[in-house]
């Protein structure tokens, strides 16, 4: 059975930084595509950042460029979601996503944001930024 635990939210304040982890079991992330994606209250899922790292292809949401980094420790068969200068609109429960079907994220700026293509997903974890 695949499963993806999300772990490393909490309560920050403006500015500060969290560091997200995406554990897997029963899967192996090395040629998975790996997504992170949040839901914020009464917005839709939104597609925060994408990796493939045996593509070499990573892309991230405008609304986080330049804040956050998504990479990954094979040895712990982990991915992590670095986030810097946090905003109180990065408010939201962040889900792990992923999915062996790599052919489908070669054009990952389309198609990075869309659920549907990825096969197995974490519970969440709250991230809240407030002061």
């Known amino acids: 059975e695949v499963q993806l635990a999300e772990s490393g939210g909490g309560l920050v304040q403006p500015g500060g930084s969290l560091r997200l982890s995406c554990e897997a079991s029963?899967?192996?992330?090395?040629?998975?595509?790996i997504g992170w994606f949040r839901r914020a209250p009464g917005k839709e899922r939104e597609g925060v950042a994408c990796l493939s790292e045996s593509e070499g292809i990573t892309y991230y949401g405008d609304s986080v460029k330049g804040r956050f980094t998504i990479s990954r420790d094979n040895a712990k068969n982990t991915v992590y979601l670095e986030m810097i200068n946090l905003k109180p609109e990065d408010t939201a429960v962040y889900y792990c996503a992923a999915t062996n079907r790599k052919k489908y994220f070669l054009n990952m700026a389309r198609t990075f944001k869309m659920g549907f293509l990825y096969d197995y997903w974490g519970q969440g974890t709250q991230v809240t930024v407030s002061s």
């Open positions: 029963g899967f192996t992330f090395d040629e998975a595509v």
